[in-house]
C-alpha cells in the first residue's frame, strides 16, 4: 500500500533521493517512518517525520547526512540521502501510521502499512 522509489547504485559521497507514495489513500494524517534492512542484519529505524512535518528525527548513524521531509499536496514523502556511505547499502522501506500527534515513532509495531522496498547501494 506504499511504493518507494529512488533507489539504486551510488558511490561513497554520492546522493540519492527516495520516495514514498501511497496506493489508495492520502498521506494527510499519517506519520511515516523509514526503516532499513541490511543483508544479514535487523531492519533498523532511520527517520520519521509527522504528519503535519513538524516534528522529524533521525537515527544516529544518519544523522546530519539523511533529511525527511513531506509534501502532502502532493501526497509524497521523501528521504534525502546525503554523504553516503558503504554502510549505508541496505534494502529502505517507508512505513505509515494513522496519528495526527507530534509524537516520534521508531519502532516497526507502530506502523499499519509498509511498502516492498527499494534497494540502496553504496559502493565504488
Known amino acids: 500500500q506504499l511504493v518507494e522509489s529512488g533507489g539504486g547504485l551510488v558511490q561513497p559521497g554520492g546522493s540519492l533521493r527516495l520516495s514514498c507514495v501511497p496506493s489508495?489513500?492520502?498521506?494527510?494524517?499519517?506519520?511515516i517512518g523509514w526503516f532499513r534492512q541490511a543483508p544479514g542484519k535487523e531492519r533498523e529505524w532511520v527517520s520519521f517525520?509527522?504528519?503535519?512535518?513538524?516534528?522529524?528525527d533521525y537515527g544516529d548513524s544518519v544523522k546530519g547526512r539523511f533529511t525527511i521531509s513531506r509534501d502532502n499536496a502532493k501526497n509524497i514523502v521523501y528521504l534525502q540521502l546525503d554523504s553516503l556511505k558503504p554502510e549505508d547499502t541496505a534494502v529502505y522501506y517507508c512505513?505509515?501510521?494513522?496519528?495526527?500527534?507530534?509524537?516520534?515513532?521508531?519502532?516497526?509495531?507502530?506502523?499499519?502499512?509498509w511498502g516492498q522496498g527499494t534497494q540502496v547501494t553504496v559502493s565504488s
Open positions: 512505513a505509515a501510521d494513522y496519528s495526527p500527534l507530534e509524537i516520534m515513532q521508531t519502532e516497526e509495531y507502530e506502523y499499519d502499512y
Open positions: 517525520i509527522s504528519s503535519s512535518g513538524r516534528s522529524t
Open positions: 489508495g489513500f492520502t498521506l494527510n494524517y499519517y506519520t
